[in-house]
T-cell receptor
Framework: AQSVSQHNHHVILSEAASLELGCNYS??????LFWYVQYPGQHLQLLLK??????LVKGIKGFEAEFIKSKFSFNLRKPSVQWSDTAEYFC??????????FGTGTKLQVIP | SAVISQKPSRDICQRGTSLTIQCQVDSQVTMMFWYRQQPGQSLTLIAT?????????ESGFVIDKFPISRPNLTFSTLTVSNMSPEDSSIYLC????????????FGPGTRLTVL
């Protein structure tokens, strides 16, 4: 069965700092990869997704993620975070027609 | 994208009772899913709601405990039966379209507390 690991459970950054959240998955086959974000009091939203093609994916609000097949990773990055990026971030993986498997989430707190 | 509403948004229930959660989508969708998000944990898929037939449950979840209905392409219900404090969680409805079946949209969730 596929699994998703998010190693950072809680990250605290100052505004303008760079962000990288780690995501590793367990399966070596063809996968679809996602990052979802949940802002305080709001529902889960899709931040970005990778299906195929360019392994560097750009999403909303200046976020990007890079799919590195050899490392089974799909890390989320943002060069300069803002206070409004405070949220919980979930990595998710879908293998073929199997269900989507979510990571445990990373809570990001940005200090003004 | 889909606009998904859930009712109720939150509830506090007594042990042994049942609660039915409704999920309404503003457009016809192919797939509807129910997830549970327990405190400090990730999202766990409970079942896939199938229109006009029995839901497909994931390992560890059974129909007697979590009966699901999906009478049409825009509506589904999840019932949490014979509740115990361990059922306290956020329950999320999620949908996807045939045109982009890999991408899922989520509802606002129902926060359930069982005393």
């Amino acid at each position: 069965a596929q699994s998703v690991s998010q190693h950072n459970h809680h990250v605290i950054l100052s505004e303008a700092a760079s962000l990288e959240l780690g995501c590793n998955y367990s399966y070596g086959g063809t996968v679809n990869l996602f990052w979802y974000v949940q802002y305080p009091g709001q529902h889960l939203q899709l931040l970005l997704k990778y299906f195929s093609g360019d392994p560097l994916v750009k999403g909303i609000k200046g976020f990007e993620a890079e799919f590195i097949k050899s490392k089974f990773s799909f890390n989320l990055r943002k060069p300069s975070v803002q206070w409004s990026d405070t949220a919980e971030y979930f990595c998710a993986v879908k293998l073929g027609y199997q269900k989507v498997t979510f990571g445990t989430g990373t809570k990001l707190q940005v200090i003004p | 994208s889909a606009v998904i509403s859930q009712k109720p948004s939150r509830d506090i229930c007594q042990r042994g009772t049942s609660l039915t959660i409704q999920c309404q989508v503003d457009s016809q969708v192919t797939m509807m899913f129910w997830y549970r998000q327990q405190p400090g944990q990730s999202l766990t898929l409970i079942a896939t709601a199938n229109q006009g037939s029995e839901a497909t449950y994931e390992s560890g979840f059974v129909i007697d405990k979590f009966p699901i209905s999906r009478p049409n392409l825009t509506f589904s219900t999840l019932t949490v039966s014979n509740m115990s404090p361990e059922d306290s969680s956020i329950y999320l409805c999620s949908v996807s379209y045939a045109s982009s079946y890999n991408e899922q949209f989520f509802g606002p969730g129902t926060r359930l507390t069982v005393l």
